[in-house]
């Protein structure tokens, strides 16, 4: 092991796991060996239980380990409140790494609906032309534990998009809706005012028929 690792590893050791008592059933020194050799099905064998110990993980650990967690916490798919109150604390890190594989992982282990707002937010107003594309992305590809009602407030944000003054948000927000739905109410990006308009009427009739399907 390392230095760094041997560091991170007293650091985490530090922690408290009281009142955890899964604290006793898993070795966590296993744990960051695991994670050091990037050994998805091992940690995966460990179950849910493993989660919040991979989110003590991550808060103590540098840039390029929690790249790798937050890739290990998109692998496993598995819901953490631990863990989305971890990535969450990164979700505008200038780190291009770290924000990419965070915005990715945050739907895989949450259903949460700040995780929604922050990758809306990410997607209309980053000033990073990139990140706002990954954050569509995220949105498009990636919040797997949504229910059909939660995913109400994910399509207001994208309709939504289709109104910024951004070409680009308008571009990325219909793609992901299309993802979503099979559907683009005939928006182009580059449209008339009145073509906009009126697939922005189309879209806000869906979404109601949508919520009173529900």
């Known amino acids: 092991m390392n230095r760094s690792l041997k560091i991170i590893l007293l650091l985490f050791l530090s922690i408290n796991f009281s009142q955890l008592s899964l604290g006793e059933q898993i070795d966590s020194e296993e744990v960051i060996k695991y994670v050091s050799s990037y050994n998805i099905n091992a940690i995966k064998s460990l179950g849910p239980d493993v ?9 103590v650990s540098d840039i390029k380990q929690k790249r ?15 863990a989305k109150n971890a990535l969450i604390q990164d979700v505008k890190t200038n780190d291009e790494n770290l924000r990419i594989s965070v915005q990715y992982a945050l739907g895989r282990v949450s259903s949460n609906q700040e995780v929604v707002d922050a990758l809306l937010d990410n ?10 594309d990954k954050a569509a992305c995220a949105l498009a590809y990636d919040q797997i534990h949504l229910t059909d009602l939660e995913k109400i407030r994910m399509y207001e944000g994208l309709i ?3 109104s910024s003054s951004n070409g680009q ?4 927000a219909i793609k992901a809706l299309k993802i979503h739905t099979g559907q683009t109410k005939g928006f182009f990006v580059n449209g008339t005012a009145r ?3 009126e697939s922005l009427r189309k879209w806000h009739q869906w979404l109601d028929e949508y ?3 529900l």
């Open 51 to 59: 989660m919040p110990i991979l989110s003590d993980l991550y808060l």
């Open 68 to 82: 790798v967690i937050a890739n290990i916490f998109y692998q496993l798919k598995l819901e953490s409140e631990e």
């Open 123 to 132: 997607m209309q107003h980053d000033n990073n032309a990139y990140f706002r």
């Open 160 to 162: 939504k998009g289709l």
């Open 169 to 172: 948000v308008r571009s990325i």
């Open 195 to 197: 073509n906009q308009s």
């Open 211 to 213: 919520k009173s399907n």
